[in-house]
């Protein structure tokens, strides 16, 4: 549409598009309309499509497809680890029982799916640990030894963060787990698609997945569930997906799904190149041309398409709205938290200043974006943030100025 402003999307962390040849085969697949649990032609043709999809997800995780549970997302996926382990020590009386393992550990840097979950255990009689993490936002292994002991039920870590990208040591810190008799989940949701990911390999019982952050469909996700492992259904109802997750199948997003992790498996060299490069641009051009920037994540173990920076004196929001305004879309912490004047939980875990935290911004790249896209942001935010501080600093400050 003549004089439409251009949008440069820098939030692929929160959501990525469909990929044109997702959104092909998903539309294909929406004439394929029969039951995938119908014993008929129709059935099976949707069944075998539905497995068909699997082995596509489980060859992007390098296990066979029947290790895959569909689920509708990430969120559903670490539900479905923690209830299971809420269930595993319940007693009959409804409360926690005291004599088996009821107790877990996670980290101070997790999903709030993850987050609320634990929470939630904690609640209802379980000991919750959660781990501290370095300034880069690396697991303390320390504290990790010191707080697994033989009644530790669960170690959640997530593998890599979605707001600072820092990716964890989750095979080392699987072994620690393993060694203890836990079970290891981790949350492989923004590591998916941007890294290898190696679910046999990293030692972990659970893996959680979502389809909407690597170019597939929202609403459908997928939980690893190494064999041998315990898993109770959060839904119940019919016999689908081995009885633990019941309901129809979502055919077009399944396939969508499975379409998604193909199309990541054969692209992912590739992508870690370009991602590395574009983000390595902006975070030049952003400390070139403004002063006093802070880079919040591991210098190297990171996602490569994910820079968290700290613009001191500056409000996130406030960056966030400017930018928007010029046409680019950011985010402040994780789309989860924004609307929320919290800083970043995440921000904290990392020793961030709570005033420091509050000046944040997540850029989060992807296929679509350009190196031409990259110097239009590095040349726009510095007036941005100029503009920023400097009412920043004319707002007089303290109980005086607050009348
Ligand atoms: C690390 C992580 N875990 C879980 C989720 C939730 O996934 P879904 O949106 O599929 O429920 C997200 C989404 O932001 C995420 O970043």
């Known amino acids: 549409m003549p004089g439409e402003q251009k949008r440069i999307y820098l939030d692929y962390n929160a959501t990525t598009p469909l990929k044109p040849e997702v959104k092909a085969a998903m539309i294909e697949d929406l004439e394929v309309y029969g039951n995938a649990s119908s014993m008929h032609a129709d059935g099976r043709l949707a069944r075998a499509r539905v497995e068909e999809a699997r082995r596509a997800v489980g060859g992007l995780l390098g296990v066979s497809p029947d290790t895959i549970v569909f689920t509708s997302g990430g969120s559903e996926s670490n539900n479905t680890v923690f209830q299971t382990m809420r269930n595993l020590a319940l007693g009959e009386d409804g409360r926690i029982r005291s004599d088996v393992r009821n107790e877990i550990i996670t980290t101070a840097i997790e999903h709030p799916c993850v987050f609320s979950s634990a929470e939630f255990l904690k ?3 379980f000991k919750v640990v959660f781990l501290p993490v370095d300034r880069y936002g690396k697991l303390e292994t320390g504290a990790l030894k010191a707080a ?6 669960l170690v959640s870590v997530m593998m890599a963060n979605n707001e600072i990208g820092t990716i964890q040591d989750i095979k080392a810190i699987g072994k620690l787990v393993k ?3 836990a079970w290891y989940h981790t949350d492989a949701v923004q590591a998916l698609g941007k890294i290898p990911v190696d679910a046999v390999d990293l030692g ?3 893996l959680t997945m979502s389809a909407h952050k690597i170019y597939g469909p929202k609403g459908i996700g997928a939980l690893y569930l190494r064999k041998g492992a315990p ?3 959060l839904i119940h109802g019919g016999h ?3 009885g633990f997750r019941a309901g129809t199948y979502n055919n077009a997003g ?6 998604a992790a193909l199309l990541a498996r054969d692209s992912l060299e590739d992508y870690g190149r370009e991602m590395r490069g574009l983000r390595n641009r902006l975070r030049d051009g952003l400390a070139r041309n403004v002063p006093d920037i802070q880079i919040n994540g591991h210098p190297s173990d990171v996602l490569p398409n994910t820079l968290n920076v700290s613009f001191p004196g500056a409000e996130g929001e406030s960056i966030l709205l400017a930018l928007d305004l010029a046409g680019i879309e950011v985010s402040t912490g994780s789309a989860c938290a924004s609307g929320s004047l919290e800083p970043s939980h995440v921000l904290l875990a990392i020793g961030a200043d709570p005033f420091l935290a509050h000046g944040s911004i997540r850029f989060s790249l992807g296929w679509q974006v350009s190196a031409a896209d990259i110097d239009y942001v590095t040349e726009t935010l510095p007036p941005i943030i100029a503009r920023l501080r400097a009412m920043s600093t004319s707002v007089p400050k303290g109980p005086a100025g607050a009348g």
């Open 254 to 259: 399944i396939l969508g799904f499975g379409k």
């Open 179 to 181: 060694a203890a008799g």
């Open 204 to 206: 972990a019982d659970y």
């Open 148 to 153: 697994l002991n033989e009644k530790t039920l």
């Open 123 to 125: 609640s209802l009689g």
């Open 231 to 233: 898993l109770l259904p």
């Open 240 to 242: 689908q997906e081995g």
